[in-house]
């Protein structure tokens, strides 16, 4: 079946993602903001154009209200006849209102509706020939009663299942309402899923906006992302205020509306990425835009009030036009925290949004990827939210199941541990034996695991400077380590060696262990085994383990590259190399056979059909995906197997196993080896 | 005797001041960043000329090295032959280095240094038409020990007084230094101010920037300040990364260089307010100056190198513009603080640079403004360092010294007062004779004050997003209210009405105890008595107050806008106004001459002959100024008197009282009434 429209999910980061979005064979990348366009003031002196929106400033989506074009008997003449992109002269993405909102703004409250039926506005939509139009949702303010909204939401998804049977070959968006109550919000997000249809936008919301209730409105989304799950492209309505945007594209919303930047101008005022200024205040312009490069704040003042109104409308163009680029060049570079994390100190309100988070960690960990670049923690009571922290945890500890180890020694602070000689005394210690560990923000880090997302690509403010309630929590989650340790703790300051420290360190054991570490920090426990034990076989003493090993390094940095086993006749198996930007293994064919083997988690199944195909090289796409263990994140290493459980190939998923499995478009593994690629060896078994 | 600079301060927020500084007739506002201008590529290809500096960015000044023009024949030929202005073809203010610089960065340490006297290079900038020409100053490293950087600060402050007999009519820049030993950097800046140099620059803080040890610079920032005074422009060199900007303003750094936006552009890196990223990483632009929304990222990777670094040069002094403007627009509204808060997210480092200002409250208070417009605390791990905080819990210490007070009654959550109900009950029990305490970030906030500031002019995050450790200070804040309670303590919700509340609320008395706690909080204890009896004379109960205050109200707010007292001849003398922005009183002059009497403390001591001018109406000009009393703050209301005691003036402060007595130039205190205005009634004691 051909689909009207198509998104495929390209880049994740926290739970929100780059995305592109087909319809109707025009293409948007998201997270994307449509200017709203009011069909009244179209060509209205002053007024910016649909064409200078997308010629000047790159929209290539707009939105506007076939409620108010019906309404007039002109308007709705004109676009029944020539259609809409033709009497907007535009020919981009349109994207078309239903007066739902109307109802809330000009209606009487519960029950007062608009003076059109709920198919009639649709099919009007249609007949025009807007890309996406919208159903006649029922606006559900936050005030309302469980029992209201129920009643509403039941209408609204009523509507939205005939509307569906009336769009033709218009997308149709169906609204996620329910108020303030989290579970109506969840169950309609649910319904309008499973009810087919492909584009949601999240609706009822403007109140929280209005009275800065972000809080709530990040329980809104949440509740509502989770009911539809993360492969509809999802639109947050009437979130026009900019400094909601980073945190809105954080949480998975893809499409936004900005009414505000003409609304905005009409008042005299003037938006930055974290407010908005009245002009009357202002004797320069914070910005350099081609409306602030060339006129001062003096000359806006005196002109005509339509003059300035839309001089003020394309600096609020450009302003929102410099925001939704860095969330764009944010996600793509894993950086959407750091933006997060900046936007609360934007506004008091904005900062206890933030902190909401530490109630939706679940929901963010479920779709971020398994490491990014460098990261940055400011203020850590915020970014102890960011999945980091609590895999940390989990994977730590699995850590200290290892076990050939001593005694403990703690290097007290963070950040310590770039010097030669340091690191030498370290090497020794952990060679010999010993659990040395970094006391950071993060947890515990065992020192041979330095190198490993995230530890060493973490930057934390100093250990001074750190809220109390931060620095005493690092101080007790330490304290499982003592206990479990067999001997004495040593505090290490890094200055004098540690005592008991003797005799040099053994480079290829320590190696070794650090090897055997990550890939059980990284692929866990399969079988009752340590991924380690099942790559490398069952080992008592890092000697032991360092002789069955042959590490290659980096002749110029010195940093592991590859790991291979002796094979039959000589030859040498590769089975891992280490990626060098987040100090993570990738597995080679021969690694992935070894997991399969013992039981791994990391399977994504795909139809055998289409397995063959894989087992070529060529990537997976999420529609032949038939099941996936739920644990697959992206970047994770994945194993590519049939429904009968044969082996096809391996790669490194592209978006987490959930949405591997509900999206209709894109790829979820990019292919790295396939079982009957060329260049993959032949299966061996050790 | 004619000076050669002249610096005024117009503007105060935090230690930070909008500033006029003319040097030979040249007027620059402060806080300015004068883009550095190497000699050597001045009209090479694609390289911004100091014109279009001027013109296109407008920069007003600019600062170039005069150990490298001196260096190269040719150049120094030019400059000497026609000066540097038209060397540079630039009309604006130049300031040239005198190569500490360069001896620092090719020099081989300690005792190595450039190959120019300190005297010849001082003249050499002289004769060649500098305006502010710099001493050869030794760069002491901030790992020096504290015998040598004593040594060189030695050397630094010899040179320094030798080269002020050299300068000519060029003005002369003897910076602060002493390494990372603040008693050094103090004794620096005293010893600068003592020699009196009219300019000064924070050196040998390069090293510190570049290792992301701002925390440390905030020390050397603020030790070198306390030195100085407030009096001296101050530059901070070479702090090219913006992201310090906003702190470093706040802290009281008037003047920065940058060349950093050349630099970074060499080395194809884009600058934002934030950070900077290299272009290989960009796909599209998040500012819209004149380069990004002309050309995408693509464009500028396909130029030949020499055109892409004009273009990200130019680029990045857009965004220095931007932000220059926005920390001018932040210290006009009184908002640095905010902006300073949201740079701590920038990067962890400069979170640990914030977090430093905990040691420095003092600092800050001292050149502070008692008040400012409504005020934002996100992060009040950090905020909690805003001099309104301390000032807080001071001033509400004197208020509870009221003597006509019984029961406590504590609202739980801040931001709850505002319904009509709420305020209904809290206005009976008020009068009632209760304590009504609002439990807030800043302390407990007794409801009759309320609308003076900081309370409702505060905006905080929601109670249940706070850390705990600010959360558990809120609680504890109460204790001594509850203990110096005379009866029991409640908790009320602001639901149902609270226990023991009866009868209804006496307005006259609210107001009247309203007026007397403001009045209390804002003056004091004047000579043993509260401000309030000094004004008012003594009182037993609210409804004696009320029987002698006649206070009259706004029409249409209802809020308190003059406050009389009965008069001969039933006259009624106007004492006080109540300002709406803040709900502080502004003193009439019968207000300040009943305070004068008494010996308040909020006095500026002026020359008893251009006293006569402030008892006519004219504002008082630092110069003149005597003496003032230490706690004196901007936007203080001040009695202007003479050396012999007698009263002058009312009016209100402009700077600090240090400021005051050290500045050269500018107005201390705006008068509003003049014992001798033609409006100003005649003494009348009651």
């Known amino acids: 079946m051909e689909t009207i429209s198509k998104f495929e999910v390209r880049e994740c980061d926290l739970a929100g993602r780059i995305g592109r979005f087909t319809v109707r064979g025009k293409t948007i990348e ?19 154009t649909p064409v200078e929106l997308r010629e000047t400033f790159g929209h ?35 994207m078309t209102d239903s007066g739902t909102f109307q109802s809330y703004m000009y209606g009487s409250g519960k029950g007062k509706e608009v003076d059109v039926t709920p198919l009639e506005i649709v099919a009007f939509q249609r007949d025009i020939g807007s890309d996406i139009g919208t159903i006649l949702d029922r606006f559900t303010v936050p005030s309302s009663t469980w029992e209201d909204a129920k009643q509403d ?10 509307s569906l049977e009336v769009m033709g070959d218009m997308e149709l968006a169906i609204p996620v309402q329910g108020g303030a109550h989290m579970d109506l919000r969840e169950l309609s997000g649910r319904s309008v899923r499973e009810m087919g249809a492909a584009y949601s936008p999240i609706g009822g919301v403007v109140p929280l906006m209005e009275s800065y209730r972000y809080s709530d ?6 509740a509502g992302k989770t009911g539809l799950g993360p492969s509809i492209p999802t639109h947050l309505f009437g979130a026009g205020h900019p400094m909601v945007l980073p945190l809105a594209a954080a949480l998975g919303c893809d499409l936004f509306d900005s009414a505000s930047y003409a609304k905005f101008a009409q008042d005299g005022r003037y938006m930055t990425r974290d407010r908005t200024r009245h002009l009357r205040d202002m004797d320069s312009f914070p910005c350099s835009c081609p409306v602030c490069s060339r006129y001062d704040p003096s000359d806006l003042k005196e002109m005509p009030e339509r003059e300035r109104a839309g001089l003020l409308s394309r600096h609020n ?16 570079e894993g950086t959407i925290w750091e933006m997060v994390e900046r936007s609360a100190s934007y506004h008091p309100a904005m900062y206890s949004a933030v902190r909401r988070l530490e109630q939706h960690k679940g929901y963010l960990e479920e779709s971020a990827p398994r490491s990014t670049r460098r990261f940055m923690c400011s203020d850590l009571t915020l970014s102890r939210c960011r999945p980091e922290f609590q895999r940390f945890t989990d994977g730590v500890g699995s850590y200290y199941q290892t076990p050939d180890h001593g005694r403990t020694m703690i290097l007290t602070d963070w950040g310590r541990v770039h010097s030669t000689k340091v690191e030498e005394v370290l090497k020794r210690a952990s060679s010999s034996g010993d659990w040395v560990v970094i006391r950071t923000p993060l947890g515990p880090a065992p020192y041979d695991i330095e190198d490993m997302y995230p530890v060493s690509q973490s930057v934390f403010p100093q250990p001074g400077s750190l809220p109390d309630e931060v620095m005493e929590d690092i101080v007790s989650s330490m304290e499982p380590i003592r206990q479990g340790s067999n001997g004495e703790m040593v505090h290490w300051t890094g200055v004098d060696d540690p005592p008991g420290i003797e005799g040099a360190a053994n480079e290829a054991s320590f190696l070794a262990l650090k090897v055997a570490n990550i890939v059980r920090m990284q692929f866990g426990i399969i079988g009752g085994k340590g991924a380690d034990e099942v790559l490398f076989g069952s080992w008592d003493t890092t000697r032991e383990l360092a002789s069955r090993l042959i590490i290659k390094r980096s002749r110029r940095t010195g ?70 263990d739920e644990n697959i994140r992206p970047g994770d290493e994945v194993l590519v197997v049939g429904e009968n459980g044969d082996l096809f190939a391996v790669g490194k998923a592209t978006v987490s196993s959930r949405l591997m499995l509900e999206a209709k478009a894109g790829v979820g593994v990019k292919v790295r080896e396939g079982v009957k690629d060329k260049k993959a060896p032949q299966p061996f078994s050790p």
Chains 1, 2 share one sequence.
């Open 30 to 48: 998201t997270p994307n903001l449509m200017p709203v366009v009011n069909p009244n003031i179209v060509g209205g002196e002053n007024a910016v």
């Open 60 to 94: 290539d989506i707009i939105i506007t209200n076939s409620y108010i074009i019906r309404r007039g008997d002109r308007l709705r003449e004109r676009a029944l006849d020539e259609g809409l992109h033709k009497m907007l002269d535009y020919d981009g993405m349109i």
């Open 153 to 162: 939401l039941d209408i609204t998804l009523d509507r939205g299942s005939r």
């Open 217 to 222: 409105l990040v329980d809104v989304i949440v």
């Open 317 to 332: 163009l450009w302003s929102l036009r410099g925001i939704m680029n860095e969330i764009r060049i944010s996600l793509k």
């Open 559 to 628: 940093k592991i590259r590859n790991v291979m086993v002796p094979g039959p006749d000589g030859k040498e198996i590769h089975l891992l190399s280490l990626r060098a930007e987040d100090g993570m293994f990738t597995l080679k064919i021969e690694g992935a056979r070894r997991l399969h083997g013992a039981g791994s988690g990391w399977r994504v199944v795909v139809e055998d059909e289409t397995g063959e195909y894989n087992a070529q090289g060529y990537n997976v796409f999420c529609k032949f995906v038939r099941s996936a």
